[in-house]
């Protein structure tokens, strides 16, 4: 059974630095999709980005492009959120979500993953 677990979500100034983990396990993630998903009070929950594990092509909402960056370690099985240039409208709940996938198209929708990690809380203040 796959699992996802988040951490390094935090409290930091506008303009500052967060680097979220999402750690995987419980299969092999050759064929994999890792998306980032954010939700804000009262608001839907938003694709961030996402990165292919094979080939690690990433996607990236434009509101973050730029400024963060998804990248992959093999040997510890984890997916990184590296956001640089914080802004408060980037506060947040943060999600790592995951998926089977051959291709290397990195779907946005949530519905479309199965696996979740259990969240953590990003807050930008201004």
């Known amino acids: 059974q796959v699992q996802l677990v988040e951490s390094g979500g935090g409290l930091v100034q506008s303009g500052g630095s967060l680097r979220l983990s999402c750690a995987a396990s419980g299969r092999t993630f050759s064929n994999y999709a890792v998306a980032w998903f954010r939700q804000a009070p009262g608001k839907e929950r938003d694709f961030v980005g996402g990165i292919h594990w094979k080939s690690g092509t990433t996607a990236y909402v434009d509101s973050v492009k730029g400024r963060f960056t998804i990248f992959r370690d093999n040997a510890e099985n984890t997916v990184y959120l590296q956001m640089n240039s914080l802004e408060p409208e980037d506060t947040a709940i943060y999600s790592c979500?995951?998926?089977?996938?051959?291709?290397?198209?990195?779907?946005?929708?949530?519905?479309?993953?199965?696996?979740w990690g259990q969240g953590t809380q990003v807050t930008v203040s201004s």
């Open positions: 979500a995951g998926r089977l996938q051959i291709s290397r198209a990195i779907t946005t929708r949530p519905a479309d993953y199965g696996h």
